[in-house]
């Protein structure tokens, strides 16, 4: 069975930092496209940054320049660094992948952590 398990969240200060791990297993993780996605309370899931099976990456305009994505696949991992945190990032955060050929991954999906920025 295919299973996503996130981990890192926390809370930090505004202009902190954390690094949310996202392990895979019941995959060929190296042909997957990965993702995170984030939602806030009473706000509409958004994709915040995916990385293919060719290392091509996208990134939500929100996040650009703050928030890095990369992958290793020795480890089956996706990993998000997210720096310079503000309170509008607080969200729980999905770690999502998918082995279709797809523009976004949406198969499968972790069970979210939760990042709270505070001001």
């Known amino acids: 069975q295919v299973q996503l398990v996130e981990s890192g969240g926390g809370s930090v200060q505004a202009g902190g930092s954390l690094r949310l791990s996202c392990a895979a297993s019941g995959i060929i993780f190296s042909r997957a496209i990965m993702g995170w996605y984030r939602q806030a309370p009473g706000k509409q899931r958004e994709l915040v940054a995916t990385?293919?099976?060719?290392?091509?990456?996208s990134y939500a305009d929100s996040v650009k320049g703050r928030f890095t994505i990369s992958r290793d696949n020795a480890k089956n991992t996706v990993y998000l660094q997210m720096n310079s945190l503000q309170p509008e990032d607080t969200a729980v955060y999905y770690c999502a992948a998918d082995g279709r050929v797809t523009a976004v991954p949406r198969a499968y999906w972790g069970q979210g952590t939760q990042v709270t920025v505070s001001s």
């Open positions: 990385i293919g099976s060719n290392g091509i990456t």
